[in-house]
């Protein structure tokens, strides 16, 4: 469905939408068709005057490893495909952000990165037990412009939010809900998931979306004060030899 690439399969159930991140040999981490896919997917979901609510995982064992290494390398040698990486990733965030569909997470293993972004700007999430949360921008010498902190602060507190984004350390499944991160543990995270957006599509839809809408109008606000700004300065960590050399060894460690 939506014409998305194989990295992003689509498909209805009834009048759930089942979203699932396509890379399980790669533990879905992110390349460019995908993050592309993700760009054009928010618009076209909320353009399916069918769809009532939607589930969002990962396939296999991971939810979203985050950046793949060949393509972050990439990302440092090619101009052109970082300005539209760039683009993208401020299009998924205000794409999530304004979708009038309800989206809901179920993080079947670890969220990493983007993952972890998706995570955040998800309306309801479930995770497993053994999944986490992480956004390890810092880490590899990025500043996280589409990242975690961007609408952490709006679910943490604000020193939390600093010490994990600072430290890309990860949250566990059991602390994420502790905190706000995800609402409930799951051992079936996609069943509740599903069972929760069918409840959602029962819901009279004009009162469900406008108070969706209603309560990510402070989520868009808090984007938009930093989204421009953090775009900037990842564009300038990209050509940093700190992100070059962490990248080239990661990719050398790969293979």
């Known amino acids: 469905m939506y014409d998305m690439p194989p990295e992003i399969d689509v498909r209805a159930d009834g009048d759930i939408r089942i979203i699932t991140l396509n890379r399980?040999?790669?533990?879905?981490?992110?390349?460019?068709?995908?993050h592309e896919g993700l760009a054009k997917l928010w618009d076209r979901l909320s353009e399916d005057y069918d769809a009532?609510?939607?589930?969002?995982?990962?396939?296999?064992?991971?939810?979203?490893?985050g950046g793949d290494y060949a393509y972050l390398a990439e990302l440092g040698e090619d101009p052109r495909l970082r300005a539209k990486t760039l683009q993208h990733g401020r299009e998924i965030v205000l794409g999530m952000t304004r979708c009038r569909v309800p989206v809901v997470a179920a993080v079947n293993g670890p969220a990493v990165g983007l993952g972890c972004s998706l995570v955040a700007l998800s309306d309801i999430v479930y995770i497993a037990p053994d999944a986490y949360l992480a956004d390890?921008?810092?880490?590899?010498?990025?500043?996280?412009?589409?990242g975690?902190?961007?609408t952490w602060p709006l679910?943490?507190?604000?020193?939390?939010?600093?010490?994990?984004?600072?430290?890309?350390?990860?949250?566990?499944?059991?602390r994420a809900v502790e905190l706000g991160l995800a609402n409930h543990l799951s051992?079936?995270?996609?069943?509740?998931?599903?069972?929760?957006?069918?409840?959602?599509?029962?819901?009279p839809r004009q009162a469900l979306e406008a108070t969706?809408?209603?309560?990510?109008?402070?989520?868009?606000?808090?984007?938009?004060a930093t989204l421009d700004y953090g775009n900037t300065a990842e564009a300038q960590s990209f050509e940093t030899e700190d992100f070059r050399n962490i990248v080239a060894g990661l990719n050398a460690r790969r293979n």
Request: glycine share 6%; charged share 20%; aromatic share 2%.
């Open 24 to 34: 399980p040999d790669a533990l879905n981490a992110v390349n460019d068709p995908l």
């Open 52 to 65: 009532r609510a939607a589930v969002l995982t990962g396939a296999g064992r991971a939810f979203s490893a």
């Open 212 to 224: 969706k809408r209603l309560l990510n109008i402070h989520m868009e606000r808090a984007v938009m």
């Open 155 to 174: 679910h943490i507190s604000l020193l939390l939010a600093k010490e994990y984004a600072l430290t890309g350390a990860r949250i566990p499944a059991q």
């Open 187 to 203: 051992e079936d995270p996609v069943a509740d998931a599903v069972a929760a957006a069918r409840k959602m599509s029962r819901m």
């Open 136 to 146: 390890p921008h810092v880490q590899v010498g990025l500043v996280a412009a589409d």
């Open 148 to 150: 975690g902190p961007i």
